[in-house]
């Protein structure tokens, strides 16, 4: 079934296997009927997924390098779609991206713009073009485009800087939702995650990974639309939230003053008992709530860290042709937007049914000891992430003394909405999914830039095949303990350090990779300086920030890559005109990659 | 002019017209934030400001590529430089 034909039958593969997860879903919840226990649910749901995950990545084998780097380069578009998603939507937006805007509001959604904006860059700028040139990884292309292996390694260093970021929080997220799922210890269950991570991508590299993110998009989708949907019609909010929820949108600014938003403010000696990580609803839900250049610095470093982060552009090089990858970054944004237009939903329905004193789950207003005898409100109380106390000693909760994880609002929302215990689990299957599929991409990225760019390209160019596919898969494992072994410390936030992994990316890689393609001038001189100054330059100003620097131009340390990438730019210009430029057959080359048509720069294997 | 310069020509045309497209959509119209809140363009009844962050600006960005991708396929069909189906 997984031999020969088995790309023309992916519909109908992906088709019974999206059945058999419905039919699983409905499968516990009579077993919840009948008095299955909750734990014992998610223990289930979490398990029956990840054990799917990794006999797709067993079936996925492979011992051929273009399978191994690129999954043989026949991946159709929509599908490719559905596994960059899932590779791009991480455990922050499954879990955490709901809550930040339930707590931020406007100010946070510039991360929604900036996620999605991202996708145009990638689409007119890049990946036709990268896809041409035929690279396996994304330091092929700039060794090759620049020539010269300082060229090469400066990429490498600056992508395993960025994605090292990234995936130690990934690894983090898959470890906290083992943890609550199997109710293991934290420092075991990231270990366990690590291990679900491996085995969908260790043997089958790049082709497992595409058809295990397949199959993990299929069951995060899922877990994320449910609840909002069945939230939303259970509260009479209307069939179809994104169209409707004007109401609720509105019905929330009025409860916010007539609750008082922002009238009291919390002593910091009252703050001190609040547990730390929780906060409380401090900003107005629909505002415009920050300066428009905090708004757009924001979203623009999202948007050029998107397109220059290694794991996201290395999808494309999967499809069959220049015209696939070009749709195929479409099919993916559309893909991100069924959830991330779901987010800002589920957060207003998360906050209306906490507010609303007409709704029965409606918990300000009602008295303290009343919300504390809540049987959800004691299972998240002990989960450390929701917490309640009456500040001004009236007895009843007010909007300044009810305090909530920014995790809750994806976790608990269903619990609070009065939804069955099986929707909970199935969210912990989504979250589970994200955070895994993302960390496949990142793992793998950092991996397979090492083998292929350092060891093949650099340190041992006459490596057979078996040889460089052997070092690849040890470098994979070893690039998963690394980071699930500082992942294990808990050194930083998931959110704050998935913000740092596009600034270092976008900081390092962003001109580079356009220049590349659309700058024939440019050379490997220019490039190398571009590269590390580049990184350097953003490091410097994070470093400087975090250590008490004001910084300048509003620049702070969520949106260093706007120092760094112009630092990039210049001394990439600069120092390319200042050189010699590049020789003719590079030049050809350039021309070459920017017509579909022909053959790819790099051979099919190289 | 020779054929591959025509066509780059055009190319590039088509990436100055998509990046002015997307630079309205998510920079230009969020330096005015305040306006759009108070703007009495209300889409499916949503305040402006809210409208686009959560859906608006994300939705034309998916319009949007694959707007692209098509005009991109008609310049390279124009001049022949189509790929063949088995590359």
């Known amino acids: ?606 | 002019m020779s054929k591959q310069q025509q066509h780059w020509e055009k190319t590039r045309m088509l990436l100055f017209i998509t990046l002015a497209i997307w630079f309205v959509f998510s920079i230009g119209i969020f330096f005015f934030g305040a306006e759009m809140e108070a703007s009495s363009i209300r889409p499916l009844g949503y305040p402006l400001s809210y409208y686009m962050t959560c859906q608006g600006s994300l939705g034309i960005f998916v319009i949007l590529i694959f707007w692209f991708a098509n005009r991109q396929e008609k310049i390279d069909e124009e001049f022949g430089y189509t790929e063949r189906e088995d590359d």
């Open chain 1, 1 to 606: 079934m997984f031999k020969g034909k088995f790309i023309d039958n992916l519909p109908k593969i992906y088709g019974t296997y999206t059945g058999g997860f419905i039919v699983f879903i409905i499968l516990m919840a009579i077993a919840e009927q009948a008095g299955m226990s909750a734990k014992l649910i998610g223990i289930f749901f979490v398990a029956f997924t990840v054990l799917i995950y990794a006999l797709i990545g067993y079936l996925s084998r492979t011992m051929q390098t273009d399978a191994y780097y690129v999954a043989g380069r026949q991946v159709p578009t929509v599908f490719n779609g559905m596994a960059t998603a899932a590779d791009w939507m991480s455990g922050a937006s499954f879990v955490a991206m709901a809550g930040g805007i339930y707590f931020k509001g406007y100010g946070y959604m510039a991360l929604l713009v900036g996620w999605t904006g991202g996708y145009v860059l990638v689409a007119s700028l890049l990946a036709p073009y990268l896809r041409k040139f035929g690279c396996y990884t994304v330091p092929d292309f700039i060794g090759t485009r620049y020539g010269g292996n300082m060229a090469r390694l400066s990429a490498v260093i600056v992508l395993t800087v960025a994605s090292f970021t990234y995936v130690t929080a990934q690894i983090n997220a898959t470890g906290t939702i083992a943890s609550v799922a199997l109710d293991i210890p934290f420092e075991i269950a990231v270990y366990v995650g690590l291990a679900s991570i491996l085995m969908c991508s260790m043997l089958g590299g790049m082709r497992a990974v595409t058809w295990t993110q397949v199959a993990q998009y299929i069951v995060l989708i899922i877990a994320y639309l449910l609840p909002v949907f069945w939230i939303s019609n259970k509260m009479g909010a209307g069939v179809f939230p994104h169209l409707m929820l004007a109401d609720e949108v509105a019905r929330i600014a009025e409860l916010e003053a007539q609750f008082g938003l922002g009238d009291v403010k919390n002593s910091a000696a009252d703050l001190k008992q609040v547990p730390k990580g929780l906060s409380g609803i401090t900003k107005a839900h629909a505002e415009v709530n920050t300066t428009p250049w905090k708004f757009i610095s924001l979203a623009v470093c999202m948007m050029a860290g998107t397109a220059s982060l290694p794991h996201v552009m290395m999808r494309y090089f999967t499809t069959p042709s220049v015209k696939a990858a070009r749709r195929s970054v479409g099919w993916s944004l559309f893909f991100i937007f069924l959830l991330y237009s779901s987010a800002p939903m589920l957060a207003t329905l998360s906050k209306l049914s906490l507010m609303d004193p007409n709704l029965a789950t409606g918990i300000i207003g009602k008295s303290i000891s009343e919300v504390q005898a809540i049987d959800w409100y004691q299972n998240w109380n002990q989960a450390n992430l929701m917490f309640v106390s009456d500040f001004n000693g009236n007895g009843t909760l007010e909007l300044n003394e009810f305090f909530m994880g920014g995790k809750a609002v994806v976790l608990a929302t269903p619990e609070i909405a009065g939804l069955p215990y099986v929707i909970s689990g199935l969210v912990a299957a989504g979250g589970m999914a994200a955070a895994m599929s993302t960390a496949d991409g990142l793992v793998l990225a950092i991996s397979n830039a090492l083998s292929h760019d350092i060891y093949y390209k650099m340190i041992n160019p006459k490596a057979e095949t078996a040889k460089r596919l052997i070092v690849a898969r040890i470098l994979l494992v070893l690039i998963g303990f690394a980071g699930a072994t500082i992942a294990a410390l808990e050194i930083q936030g998931i959110l704050g350090s998935v913000i740092w992994a596009f600034d270092f990316a976008m900081s390092g890689l962003f001109f580079p990779l356009v220049l590349g393609v659309w700058w024939k001038r440019a050379n490997a001189q220019g490039a190398v300086a571009g590269m590390l100054g580049g990184l350097i330059a953003g490091s410097a100003y994070l470093i400087a920030v975090r250590s008490g620097y004001p910084g300048f131009w509003g620049v702070t340390q969520l949106t260093f890559g706007i120092v760094g990438s112009l630092v990039s730019l210049v001394l990439m210009v600069v120092v390319s005109l200042m050189t010699k430029a590049p020789d003719a057959a590079t030049q050809r080359m350039v021309d070459e990659v920017r017509i579909p048509s022909g053959k790819a720069i790099l051979g099919k294997q190289h």
